[in-house]
């Protein structure tokens, strides 16, 4: 309990408006602070998810790999990856390179194709 200049008693219950705003202001930023970083790392991790399967389905007897993402396009609830694997098989001493675009739709790959390393006389960009 508080006094006040003129004597009065207040209880903190009687002090209503400014703090308990404060305090809910304060509590939904904690919240949004908590949570907003776990949507951002569900749709990385989604996507990293999706490469992963392909790369894991695509060599099934790889004893190691590892992936880089090259890019990406969107257009609505499409993307397309290009992503470069570096792939260790069974009895191979050394890591096989390959390129990948992937189209992924609503978060599911529905397409692949392999894509030549280097850019030859084949591959000139598209012109718009």
């Given amino acids: 309990m508080e006094q006040t200049s003129q004597g009065a008693i207040v209880r903190p219950s009687q002090l209503g408006g400014a703090a308990m705003r404060q305090k809910l202001i304060l509590g939904g930023l904690l919240i949004q602070m908590l949570i907003a970083p776990a949507w951002s790392i569900a749709s990385t991790t989604d996507l990293g998810a999706v490469i992963e399967g392909f790369i894991t389905r695509h060599f099934p007897e790889a004893t190691s790999h590892i992936w880089v993402m090259n890019g990406t396009q ?6 397309i990856v290009d992503v470069q694997t ?4 069974k009895q191979q001493p050394a890591a096989i390179e390959n390129r990948y675009l992937l189209l992924i739709v609503a978060g599911k790959l529905t397409a692949a194709q392999q894509i030549p390393l280097q ?6 960009p598209e012109d718009a």
Avoid: A, R, S
């Avoid at 570096?86 to 098989?89: G, R, S, T």
């Fill in 74 to 79: 969107w257009d609505g609830d499409e993307m």
């Fill in 86 to 89: 570096y792939v260790v098989q």
């Fill in 119 to 124: 850019d030859g006389p084949e591959c000139q």
